[in-house]
């Protein structure tokens, strides 16, 4: 068990998180992020964050953090991606808690925003929590030196109080996340 003294599920840092670990969430499907169809390459996260239940890993949350140009000025952003709830616990806040202490943890890292990705239906849900989608074309790398739009919607949320992100081009300096 991984229960809080309170009874409700708590975060944990994950030391590993690999195809076993998400599959152990989502099951062995092949896209169960429902992003295939973009034929992009993705970096793994660096720092993982997960929820237990009776021992089973059923939430995580991934944390990268990432160079980006946002009008013109280069900075950093905590990339968050791998966002992921076991089906049958869905709907239980376990998606909002493991983001919770994701962006606890980015908070400490230095970048003033955290920054994902999302299919257009996810949009309601990240603004729900906090994260408002970005108006502009935001272009990300891919292997061979090739730079592409990103087709699904860019979010982003601030990590300090007086964070704002500024208009203008966005351009990640590395693969998605
Ligand atoms: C997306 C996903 C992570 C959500 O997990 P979840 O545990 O069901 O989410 P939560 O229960 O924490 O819900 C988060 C909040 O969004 C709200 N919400 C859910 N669906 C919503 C919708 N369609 N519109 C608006 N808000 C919505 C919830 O009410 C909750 O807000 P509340 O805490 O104020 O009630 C889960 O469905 C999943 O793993 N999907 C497959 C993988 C995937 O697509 N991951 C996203 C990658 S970007």
Not at 4 to 11: E, N
């Amino acid at each position: 068990m991984n229960d809080s003294p309170g009874g409700g599920p708590t975060v944990t840092r994950l030391s590993r998180y690999t195809k076993t670990e998400q599959d152990e969430i989502l099951g062995t499907g092949d896209d169960p992020f429902g992003v295939a169809d973009t034929g992009l390459t993705w970096l793994p996260k660096d720092e993982h964050f997960g929820v237990r239940l009776d021992g089973r890993l059923v939430a995580h949350a991934g944390l990268l953090r990432l160079p980006i140009t946002v009008d013109g000025v280069e900075t950093e952003v905590m990339g968050v991606g791998g966002v992921a709830v076991a089906p049958g616990v869905r709907g239980r806040g376990l998606a909002r808690l493991v983001l919770a202490a994701a962006l606890d943890h980015a908070r400490t890292q230095g970048p003033r925003h955290a920054l994902l990705f999302c299919r257009p239906p996810l949009v309601p849900l990240y603004e729900r929590l906090g994260w408002r989608p970005l108006d502009t074309d935001v272009r990300v790398e891919q292997p061979g030196s090739r730079v592409v739009t990103m087709p699904l919607r860019t979010m982003v949320t601030p990590l300090r109080d007086d964070a704002r992100w500024p208009a203008g081009p966005v351009r990640l300096r590395s693969l998605p996340m």
